[in-house]
């Protein structure tokens, strides 16, 4: 059961049934750490090359969390961009080098199309996303 009248399912659906505020997660990450969870929000960003990450708008300003899924099991359309969201999944942390998180920007750089400036990156860096599982968008 979704909030929304009319949707599209992804992935295997929703199976959790309240949601966790965005802000809770990125606040206290090790306590959901490993955790399925269900989060809600507008869907600010859809990567262009292949559907393979969103970026959901937290319920504090300014906050974002992305949801990974694996390249081909779920593929978010472009149009989604704007659009409510339900989306479930398990919450990670990566940890990542110097040198990876460069290497990872470059990568996201590339797929929205944007510039890269290699000395924007200073240093090593925590980064908590969501690995989906399924979600629900509003049509």
Same mark, same amino acid.
């Given at each position: ?48 090359? +292949? *559907?393979?990450?969103?970026?959901? $708008? %937290?319920?504090?300003?300014? /906050? !974002? &969390? ?5 390249? #081909? ?38 797929? +929205? *199309?944007?510039?890269?400036?290699? $000395? %924007?990156?200073?240093?090593? /860096? !925590? &980064? ?5 599982? #399924? ?5």
């Amino acid at each position: 059961v979704n909030a929304f009248s009319k949707a599209n399912i992804y992935g295997k659906g929703l199976t959790v049934q309240d949601s966790t505020p965005i802000s809770l997660i990125l606040k206290s990450p090790e306590n959901f750490i490993g955790k399925t969870v269900k989060i809600s929000g507008m869907i600010i960003e859809v990567c262009a090359s +292949r *559907g393979c990450w969103v970026y959901i $708008a %937290s319920d504090k300003q300014y /906050e !974002k &969390i992305q949801v990974k899924v694996t390249d #081909g099991e779920i593929v978010f359309p472009m149009s989604a961009s704007g659009r409510m969201a339900e989306v479930e999944g398990i919450v990670e942390e990566l940890k990542m080098s110097k040198e990876e998180l460069r290497e990872w920007k470059r990568h996201q750089a590339m797929e +929205r *199309g944007v510039e890269f400036d290699p $000395a %924007s990156v200073t240093g090593a /860096e !925590k &980064i908590i996303r969501l690995r989906g599982i #399924g979600a629900v968008i509003e049509e």
